[in-house]
């Protein structure tokens, strides 16, 4: 960042990929019109880092080496995709292969709703289900952070993960109120017609996205790639505002024209 003042608030967000009938899909949620951030928008499954995530370290596989703030980025992204749509990238100690539906529904019954409420920490529910959760499952995909001319500045982490086979991706009907497998050009496509609202971050990572064939390829590059930090700078354009992110950062082009409020962009460069 170009000025010292620091992000408000830290988040994570997960997008979790398959391969279907006709290419690669991401699942997606539309947010609670009553939710304060993105209201009504189509949004990866995620939210705010809390500060008891990073009490799960020692029930993970793939902490080795993170600091704290990494750690608890990552729990986060875990835990919320768990709260937000039942799938949790998990195994049980001693095992190499992720938790099962069946494993799962037991798990989701006991604690998803005290986990959402708040009412336990993702470290409770590891220590009492004997589960340790697999973050060298998840792969840095992207790190954005808020223009610094928004009141409210986050900091967030994208993490790009492979669906397991059997969890059935479902929202949550609280904070989420529809959701759906979408082929990544098919959700900018519904953007860029007005049929969907889906904000700026989003739609890159989509586009960025729609470059990988399956996933398999996805996940590879990836993991081979480093991640970019994205900051928008915004100009002022007769037509509305252009949006300037660093050209390394691995997205479809670096200036981006914003019209309608949002409902259309255009990379100028």
């Known amino acids: 960042m170009s000025e010292a003042r620091k992000p408000d608030i830290s988040a994570s967000t997960v997008l979790l990929i398959r391969d279907g009938a006709h290419g690669l899909e991401v699942f997606m949620v539309v947010r609670h019109h009553e939710i304060d951030s993105f209201s009504g928008a189509l949004v990866f499954p995620g939210g705010k880092v809390d500060p008891e995530d990073a009490d799960a370290r020692p029930f993970c596989r793939g902490a080795e080496g993170l600091d704290e ?6 729990v986060a992204a875990v835990r919320e995709a768990f709260e937000e749509c039942g799938v949790l990238l998990a195994r049980n100690e001693g095992s190499d292969e992720l938790i099962d539906a069946a494993r799962l529904k037991g798990v989701e019954d006991r ?8 009412n336990i920490t993702i470290a409770d529910v590891c220590r009492t289900e004997g589960l ?3 973050l060298d499952k998840m792969v840095n995909y992207a790190h954005w952070i808020t223009p610094r001319i928004v009141p409210k500045v986050f900091d967030t982490q994208f993490f790009v993960a492979r669906a397991p086979v059997d969890h059935v991706a479902l929202h949550d009907g609280s904070e989420s109120t529809d959701s ?4 990544p050009e098919a959700a900018v496509a519904a953007a860029n017609s007005g049929k969907r609202t889906v904000v700026f971050p989003t739609r890159m990572n989509l586009l960025k996205l729609s470059q990988y064939k399956n996933v398999d390829e996805a996940m590879a590059t990836s993991r081979a790639t480093a991640v970019v930090t994205v900051q928008p700078e915004s100009e002022k354009h007769p037509r509305g505002r ?7 950062a691995g997205y479809p082009g670096s200036r981006f024209l914003v019209e309608e409020e949002g409902a259309k962009v255009t990379a100028l460069d």
């Open 180 to 183: 759906e497998w979408l082929r």
């Open 69 to 74: 703030n990494a750690l608890s980025h990552r």
């Open 242 to 248: 252009v949006l300037r992110i660093p050209a390394a």
């Open 132 to 134: 340790v959760l697999a």
């Open 111 to 118: 604690w998803r709703a005290d986990l959402t409420a708040g």
